[in-house]
T-cell receptor, first 113, second 114 residues
Framework: DAGVIQSPRHEVTEMGQEVTLRCKPI?????LFWYRQTMMRGLELLIY????????DSGMPEDRFSAKMPNASFSTLKIQPSEPRDSAVYFC???????????FGSGTRLTVV | AQSVTQPDIHITVSEGASLELRCNYS??????LFWYVQSPGQGLQLLLK??????LVQGIKGFEAEFKRSQSSFNLRKPSVHWSDAAEYFC????????????FGKGTHLIIQP
């Protein structure tokens, strides 16, 4: 089992550019979560999916953020346009149906300059 | 709304000494509780979890945690720390076994002195 795979590991982009973060959950996990981690705010839940359907996106900071899960093995988090305050580490995590705790990916460190 | 408080931002412990990291939670129903560890540049790894039953739970790497409902606490302990335990530790609470989204504390940074 390769675990939760995120790409890229690091992303540096200019303000105003579109950024797409990618996640491959563990096979058989029905829940997928996107978190953002910053020094000031800690870990924040942005959105989560159950069986590819978005369940709660109340944590998405604003309309510039969007997430999709077109199939059980792939999800994206898109920021358009990006701003310097979006700089953070973005984590994807997945969980089986019974919720035995998350398995996190290694994260994407996003820097917007 | 659920919340988690980790009162200690930093803790320094000598190698071989015992460790206790504090976690207090606020949750309206029976909580599902977790401890995670994060090494620099890495994702979070699950150390242990409490869903129900025995209030003392054992985890990986020699860690244990005790659920105390009366104190709304879920403190993490280890009898003897190793230099490799230096990391960031997060307590989390959530409903439904965590399948509906966890709320994390701000973390405790553990420093190990030689």
């Amino acid at each position: 089992d390769a675990g939760v795979i995120q790409s890229p590991r690091h992303e540096v982009t200019e303000m105003g550019q579109e950024v797409t973060l990618r996640c491959k959950p563990i096979s058989g996990h029905d829940y997928l979560f996107w978190y953002r981690q910053t020094m000031m705010r800690g870990l924040e839940l942005l959105i989560y999916f159950n069986n590819n359907v978005p369940i709660d996106d109340s944590g998405m900071p604003e309309d510039r953020f969007s997430a999709k899960m077109p199939n059980a093995s792939f999800s994206t988090l898109k920021i358009q346009p990006s701003e310097p305050r979006d700089s953070a580490v973005y984590f994807c995590a997945s969980s089986p149906l019974q919720g035995w705790g998350y398995t996190f990916g290694s994260g994407t460190r996003l820097t917007v300059v | 709304a659920q919340s988690v408080t980790q009162p200690d931002i930093h803790i320094t412990v000598s190698e071989g000494a015992s460790l206790e990291l504090r976690c207090n939670y606020s949750y309206g129903a029976t909580p599902y509780l977790f401890w995670y560890v994060q090494s620099p540049g890495q994702g979070l790894q699950l150390l242990l979890k409490y869903f129900s039953g025995d209030t003392l739970v054992q985890g990986i790497k020699g860690f244990e945690a005790e659920f105390k409902r009366s104190q709304s606490s879920f403190n993490l302990r280890k009898p003897s720390v190793h230099w490799s335990d230096a990391a960031e530790y997060f307590c989390a609470v959530g409903p439904g076994g965590g399948a509906d989204g966890l709320t994390f504390g701000k973390g405790t940074h553990l420093i190990i002195q030689p």
